[in-house]
Protein backbone atom coordinates (compact mmCIF):
# COMPACT_ATOMS: atom_id res chain seq x y z
CA UNK A 1 0.00 0.00 0.00
CA UNK A 2 1.14 3.30 -1.27
CA UNK A 3 -0.19 7.06 0.70
CA UNK A 4 0.29 10.00 -0.57
CA UNK A 5 -0.99 12.76 1.44
CA UNK A 6 -1.68 16.59 -0.39
CA UNK A 7 -3.78 19.56 0.73
CA UNK A 8 -1.28 21.15 3.41
CA UNK A 9 -0.12 24.81 2.85
CA UNK A 10 -0.42 28.18 4.67
CA UNK A 11 -3.53 29.49 6.59
CA UNK A 12 -4.83 32.22 9.17
CA UNK A 13 -5.73 31.44 12.53
CA UNK A 14 -9.65 30.83 12.57
CA UNK A 15 -9.42 29.63 8.82
CA UNK A 16 -9.84 26.14 7.16
CA UNK A 17 -8.18 23.37 5.16
CA UNK A 18 -8.79 20.04 4.16
CA UNK A 19 -6.03 16.99 3.77
CA UNK A 20 -6.15 14.29 1.54
CA UNK A 21 -4.71 11.21 1.14
CA UNK A 22 -5.17 8.76 -1.12
CA UNK A 23 -4.02 4.65 -1.01
CA UNK A 24 -3.21 2.39 -4.02
CA UNK A 25 -1.77 -0.48 -4.37
CA UNK A 26 -3.43 -3.21 -1.86
CA UNK A 27 -6.11 -1.20 -0.63
CA UNK A 28 -8.59 -4.05 0.37
CA UNK A 29 -6.12 -4.89 2.69
CA UNK A 30 -6.59 -1.89 5.30
CA UNK A 31 -8.62 -1.88 8.06
CA UNK A 32 -7.95 1.45 9.87
CA UNK A 33 -6.60 5.15 8.41
CA UNK A 34 -5.39 8.01 10.75
CA UNK A 35 -3.64 11.14 10.84
CA UNK A 36 -0.90 12.03 12.90
CA UNK A 37 1.31 15.25 12.69
CA UNK A 38 4.59 16.12 14.29
CA UNK A 39 5.29 19.83 15.17
CA UNK A 40 8.66 21.41 15.22
CA UNK A 41 10.64 19.92 17.92
CA UNK A 42 7.96 17.93 18.98
CA UNK A 43 6.71 13.88 18.93
CA UNK A 44 4.58 13.04 16.09
CA UNK A 45 1.00 12.69 18.17
CA UNK A 46 -2.60 11.12 17.31
CA UNK A 47 -4.95 13.81 14.96
CA UNK A 48 -7.81 11.09 14.35
CA UNK A 49 -8.23 7.75 13.09
CA UNK A 50 -11.37 5.93 11.25
CA UNK A 51 -12.41 1.93 10.37
CA UNK A 52 -12.02 2.03 6.86
CA UNK A 53 -14.99 -0.45 6.82
CA UNK A 54 -17.56 0.78 9.30
CA UNK A 55 -16.33 4.49 9.58
CA UNK A 56 -15.90 4.93 13.38
CA UNK A 57 -13.76 7.55 14.18
CA UNK A 58 -12.01 8.67 16.78
CA UNK A 59 -10.18 11.55 17.94
CA UNK A 60 -7.55 13.54 20.03
CA UNK A 61 -9.26 15.78 22.49
CA UNK A 62 -7.62 18.82 21.37
CA UNK A 63 -9.13 18.40 17.62
CA UNK A 64 -12.41 17.75 18.70
CA UNK A 65 -15.01 19.61 17.18
CA UNK A 66 -12.79 21.21 15.21
CA UNK A 67 -11.44 18.58 12.94
CA UNK A 68 -13.56 15.84 10.96
CA UNK A 69 -11.68 12.46 9.80
CA UNK A 70 -13.69 10.99 7.05
CA UNK A 71 -13.23 8.91 4.07
CA UNK A 72 -14.27 7.84 0.03
CA UNK A 73 -13.59 3.99 -0.41
CA UNK A 74 -14.47 4.34 -3.97
CA UNK A 75 -11.65 6.74 -4.21
CA UNK A 76 -9.68 5.20 -1.42
CA UNK A 77 -9.30 8.53 -0.01
CA UNK A 78 -8.93 10.12 3.13
CA UNK A 79 -9.53 13.08 4.33
CA UNK A 80 -9.17 15.99 6.87
CA UNK A 81 -11.41 18.54 7.23
CA UNK A 82 -9.41 21.47 9.58
CA UNK A 83 -11.55 24.12 10.77
CA UNK A 84 -10.83 26.65 13.09
CA UNK A 85 -7.36 26.00 13.02
CA UNK A 86 -5.09 27.81 15.20
CA UNK A 87 -1.12 28.02 15.45
CA UNK A 88 -0.51 24.75 17.89
CA UNK A 89 -2.39 23.00 14.81
CA UNK A 90 0.86 23.85 12.60
CA UNK A 91 2.91 20.71 11.85
CA UNK A 92 3.53 18.26 9.35
CA UNK A 93 0.22 15.97 8.81
CA UNK A 94 1.16 12.22 8.18
CA UNK A 95 -1.49 9.64 6.96
CA UNK A 96 -1.42 6.17 7.59
CA UNK A 97 -3.03 2.95 7.47
CA UNK A 98 -3.05 -0.47 9.17
CA UNK A 99 -4.31 -4.35 8.35
CA UNK A 100 -5.41 -5.32 11.80
CA UNK A 101 -9.00 -5.91 11.75
CA UNK A 102 -9.35 -4.59 15.41
CA UNK A 103 -7.08 -1.58 17.09
CA UNK A 104 -7.75 -1.57 20.74
CA UNK A 105 -6.08 1.90 20.45
CA UNK A 106 -6.49 3.59 17.38
CA UNK A 107 -4.11 6.81 18.44
CA UNK A 108 -1.23 4.33 18.86
CA UNK A 109 1.14 4.38 15.91
CA UNK A 110 2.72 0.80 16.46
CA UNK A 111 -0.44 -0.72 14.72
CA UNK A 112 -0.09 1.04 11.33
CA UNK A 113 1.75 -0.50 8.74
CA UNK A 114 2.02 2.02 6.00
CA UNK A 115 2.81 5.91 6.18
CA UNK A 116 2.31 8.34 3.82
CA UNK A 117 4.85 11.17 3.16
CA UNK A 118 3.63 14.08 5.20
CA UNK A 119 1.94 17.41 4.57
CA UNK A 120 3.16 20.85 5.99
CA UNK A 121 0.22 22.61 7.71
CA UNK A 122 1.05 26.32 8.90
CA UNK A 123 -0.73 28.46 10.80
CA UNK A 124 -0.42 32.23 11.41
CA UNK A 125 -1.63 34.16 14.29
Known amino acids: VQLQASGGGAVQAGGSLRLSCVAS????????MAWFRQAPGKEREFVAA????????YYQDSVKGRFTISRDNAKNTLYLQMTSVNPEDTAVYYCAAARAAYIQIPASESPYDYWGQGTLVTVSS
Open 50 to 57: INWRGGST
Open 25 to 32: GRTYSIYY
